[in-house]
């Protein structure tokens, strides 16, 4: 019945095995200035300082830096036209329900989102050896965030989670940081808690301050008393 529709749609529009992608690979000097604009993006993040502008990166961009990334190469191949976001995956599906051992390799038309400082990544619709993948198997596959690995290294999950949002424009990826108050925005809790230990201490103080008065208005009562 249901279950073997089911697993034979599975089994149709996946692989025991991924398939080769296209890779795109700078020379040393262009990886080298890629990284150090991104790196220097980060340190005036570290610094509390906002860029004066976004970061801007092609598709180009967005590949070698796969390229240089062993979690994400091989699986994700990027395109941009007409600023929507395409490109061809092989991505393995031990998370789904009968996926186990199994990878998806097609096309795919991405959604690419920010939300809340953490980056969304999910396929839309999606081709399999030029066939249109049934929508029954795509719920579960949009379901998916494809960039969740980004997150698993700490250094790049702070980074991420200093950006707002994310566009396309031009055919360009553009990330634009948090802004609050000509600065990178603060966390409000943090902020709150920073103003509360302040007035605990104001009012110690003041506290401290009334007591010092009252006893010397004492002792000086009593020197003056016969």
Known sequence: GGYWFISTQFEKYTSETPVDLP???YSEEEIAALDARVESFKEKLKAGDVPEEDLVLTADDINALISNNETFKGRVYVKIENDQVEGDVSFPLDDFPMGK??????SAIFDV?????????????AEVNGEPVPEEFMQ?????????DVYKDPENA???????????????????????????????????TEE???ESIETETSGESSAEVETNEEVTTETVAP
């Not at 989102?113 to 619709?125: D, F, H, N, Y």
């Not at 579960?140 to 969740?148: M, T």
Request: charge should be neutral; aromatic fraction near 8%.
């Open 196 to 198: 509360s230990t302040e």
């Open 113 to 125: 989102s920010m939300e809340g400082g953490v980056l969304i990544v999910t396929a839309q619709q």
């Open 23 to 25: 890779v795109v690979e």
């Open 158 to 192: 702070k980074f991420m989670r200093q950006f707002e949002e994310i566009t396309i424009e031009d055919n360009k990826f553009i990330l634009r940081v948090k802004r609050e108050r000509g600065g990178v925005k603060e966390n409000p809790l943090l902020e709150s």
């Open 140 to 148: 579960g596959v949009r379901g998916e965030n494809l960039a969740k």
């Open 101 to 106: 051992g199994r990878y998806f390799n097609g």
